[in-house]
């Protein structure tokens, strides 16, 4: 879980008409004109159902065919905590001048639960539950999931698996959506 870093934000419901769409479109609009690899890196884990909307997003990615956009964190190999100073490490060495992406959970209002919302700028993992962890990405996207407040872990761990789908097939489909976009230019 994040807290984000803002200047320029746009935020989308995934019940929206057209959402996909629209946020491939923001997306596209964020992006610099000349960028040499995108990178999207999806932090959470697989052991609470709240906090597996970024490796599950980069799972259903995976399955896609893309083309523009590298991949960091599934189901199988989760960015989280422990391991997201090597992932970093490890993603600039391996590519140069990458343009970040970074995706994760958040709980927020209950207006808010099922919104996707779009930043300008990184975003600190943890730092709702006072992590002390490096801040990460040009642009950051979290998928508020449930409503903050009273007892955040257990409210994680309690957060509805449907919910977590629906977001995370709508936020992959707009990535598809952009690299298709993408491989036109």
């Known amino acids: 879980m994040s807290k984000l870093i803002e200047d320029w934000t746009s935020s989308f419901h995934c019940n929206e008409k057209l959402v996909s769409w629209k946020m491939a479109n923001t997306l596209e609009e964020m992006l610099p004109t000349q960028v040499h690899e995108i990178i999207l890196l999806f932090i959470g ?4 159902t709240g906090d597996s909307f970024g490796p599950l997003t980069g799972t259903i990615l995976s399955s896609k065919p893309i083309n523009h956009l590298n991949v960091y964190g ?3 190999d989760p960015i989280h905590a422990r391991n997201l100073d090597s992932y970093i490490e490890y993603i600039n060495t391996e590519h140069a001048n990458p343009f970040i992406i ?3 959970a958040a ?3 209950s207006d ?3 919104t996707v919302k779009i930043s300008d700028g990184g975003l600190e993992p943890g730092a709702a539950f006072n992590k002390q962890l490096p801040c990460i990405g040009d642009i950051n996207i979290k998928g508020f999931v449930n409503t903050g407040g009273f007892l955040q872990l257990a409210v994680l761990q ?10 995370a097939e709508t936020l992959a489909q707009s990535f ?3 690299d298709l976009r993408l491989s036109k230019k």
């Open 45 to 48: 884990t697989d052991r609470s």
């Open 74 to 76: 599934t189901l199988k």
């Open 102 to 104: 970074a995706i994760d």
């Open 107 to 109: 709980l927020g209002k």
């Open 112 to 114: 808010q639960v099922k």
């Open 158 to 167: 309690s957060t509805r698996l449907y919910d977590i789908m629906e977001m």
């Open 176 to 178: 598809t959506l952009l």
